[in-house]
Every structure is written in C-alpha cells, then in structure tokens.
C-alpha cells in the first residue's frame, strides 16, 4: 500500500513531478537532436572537437566519434524515463565539460562554433563565435540535469512502471 514516507522523494508534490516530467523531455529531446545532427557527419563532429585544442588527435578523434551516439542514447534514456537518475548525471557531467571547453576557447581567443548541433570547427572570415549565448544555453540545461538528479521521479516514466510508485508517493515497507 503506498504510504508517504520520510525521504526527500516523499515530498514530492504534484507539480513537481510535472517539472520533472518537462525537464527530462526537454533535456531528453536536446540530446538527441544533437546527437542526430552529429551522427549524421561524423568527420565534422570530430573537426569540432579537434577545434577545442584540449585533447590529443587520438582521443578528439575517439570523443568525436562516440559523442554523437553517447547523446542519442542518453535522449532515448531521458524521453522514455528509464535510469532518469543516472542519466542526468551522466547529463550533468557532460554540459560541465562543454561549458568547460567552450569557456576554455573563449578565454583562448579561438573563433570556433561549439559544433553543439552539428558542423563545428573554425569559424570562417566575417563570422563571429557566440560564446556567451552557448555557455548561457548549456548552463540553463545543466540546471535541468542538476533537477532530474535530485527529483528523477516523473510522470510517464519507464521508471515509474517498473517501480509501480506514483511520482509524489513512496511504497513503505
């Protein structure tokens, strides 16, 4: 019988599940258009991180390669509501390491697009790198992970059915 325990999920209210709800599909949908954009031209998605001078050719190469599929999985993950917590660490993990990188080629001078959805690489003559817009994306973005990490429970979740717990209840003994 599901009771109302004395834990942090507990207290979930109603609203709250529905902002979690939203933050995993918003986060969720955001992974895998990007992710899409990039698998779909793998030697740009590798140019991109190439562009971010941080990593040996060996390991940008790897990281290019793998990124855009890691994204699809990690989207596919947060849309259906399936391991929500361990998804928006992983989430939160990697948004810290592109606000890292692209505040890294700002303070650096690069002129390179972030290739976030795509492309990526040196920005050609007349173009100008939008940097504070990218880091203000990625950070609001970050801020969702943070939530799913610390309210993962949602409505419509895989999660949810295989725990068979409402998102604002907890079963108790």
Same mark, same amino acid.
């Given at each position: 019988?599901?009771?109302?325990?004395?834990?942090?999920?507990?207290?979930?209210?109603?609203?709250?599940?529905?902002?979690?709800?939203?933050?995993?599909?918003? *986060?969720?949908?955001?992974? %895998? /258009?990007? =992710? @899409? &954009?990039?698998?779909?031209? +793998?030697?740009?998605?590798?140019? !991109? $991180?190439?562009?971010?001078?941080?990593?040996?050719?060996?390991?940008?190469?790897?990281?290019?390669?793998? *990124?855009?599929?890691?994204? %699809? /999985?990690? =989207? @596919? &993950?947060?849309?259906?509501? +399936?391991?929500?917590?361990?998804? !928006? $660490?992983?989430?939160?993990?990697?948004?810290?390491?592109?606000?890292?990188?692209?505040?890294?080629?700002?303070?650096?001078?690069?002129? %390179?697009?972030? =290739?976030?959805?795509?492309?990526?690489?040196?920005?050609?003559?007349?173009?100008?790198?939008?940097?504070?817009?990218?880091?203000?994306?990625?950070?609001?973005?970050?801020?969702?992970?943070?939530?799913?990490?610390?309210?993962?429970?949602?409505?419509?979740?895989?999660?949810?059915?295989?725990?068979?717990?409402?998102?604002?209840?907890?079963?108790?003994?």
């Amino acid at each position: 019988m599901p009771l109302r325990g004395n834990g942090p999920e507990s207290r979930l209210r109603p609203w709250q599940s529905w902002l979690s709800t939203l933050a995993r599909l918003i *986060l969720g949908v955001v992974w %895998i /258009v990007a =992710g @899409v &954009l990039k698998a779909g031209d +793998l030697d740009a998605s590798v140019r !991109a $991180v190439r562009a971010y001078r941080l990593l040996p050719e060996i390991a940008a190469q790897l990281l290019g390669a793998g *990124l855009p599929f890691a994204e %699809i /999985v990690l =989207g @596919v &993950l947060l849309v259906v509501g +399936l391991g929500v917590r361990i998804a !928006a $660490v992983v989430s939160a993990l990697l948004m810290t390491m592109f606000i890292v990188g692209i505040v890294s080629a700002w303070a650096r001078g690069l002129q %390179i697009d972030c =290739g976030c959805f795509g492309s990526g690489g040196q920005l050609g003559a007349g173009e100008s790198p939008t940097y504070g817009t990218e880091v203000a994306r990625d950070v609001t973005l970050l801020v969702l992970a943070f939530g799913l990490a610390r309210w993962p429970r949602s409505r419509f979740s895989l999660d949810g059915v295989l725990y068979r717990s409402p998102p604002d209840e907890v079963t108790v003994g």
